[in-house]
């Protein structure tokens, strides 16, 4: 599976940005798509994820109300639209997939297998 991220750039705080990842290489049926992210100095930090079959969704804590994860199956991406965003939103934002996992997995990057390249996105004030 190819994964390939866009979206990001520079934004002000308080406002919004559309993360896209669109796979290549076999459909998703059975797989989660996730968004993490991470910023320099920092660990490696669960976003967001999606099942691709049946669409059930997860959040961390820190972007709960704020981010909106969704899926578009014609065209085998993923989105992550960012609201409300804030400067300790700046970090490279990568999305990966892996088959099978069950939702309390779905925060495990470990658990991915498969990497796009990342996107940064920039919070400023």
């Known amino acids: 599976v190819q994964l390939q991220a866009s979206g990001g750039g520079l934004v002000q705080a308080g406002g919004s940005l559309r993360l896209s990842c669109t796979a290549s290489?076999?459909?998703?049926?059975?797989?989660?798509m996730g968004w993490f992210r991470q910023r320099p100095g920092k660990e490696r930090e669960f976003v967001a994820a999606i099942k691709w079959s049946g669409g059930s969704k997860t959040y961390s804590d820190a972007v709960k109300g704020r981010f909106t994860i969704s899926k578009d199956v014609a065209k085998n991406t993923v989105y992550l639209q960012m609201n409300s965003l804030k400067l300790e939103n700046t970090a490279g934002y990568s999305c990966?997939?892996?088959?099978?996992?069950?939702?309390?997995?779905?925060?495990?990057?470990?658990?991915?297998?498969?990497w796009g390249q990342g996107t940064q996105v920039t919070v400023s004030s």
């Open positions: 990966a997939t892996g088959q099978g996992l069950i939702t309390s997995s779905m925060p495990d990057p470990t658990k991915y297998p498969y």
């Open positions: 290489g076999r459909t998703l049926s059975g797989y989660v």
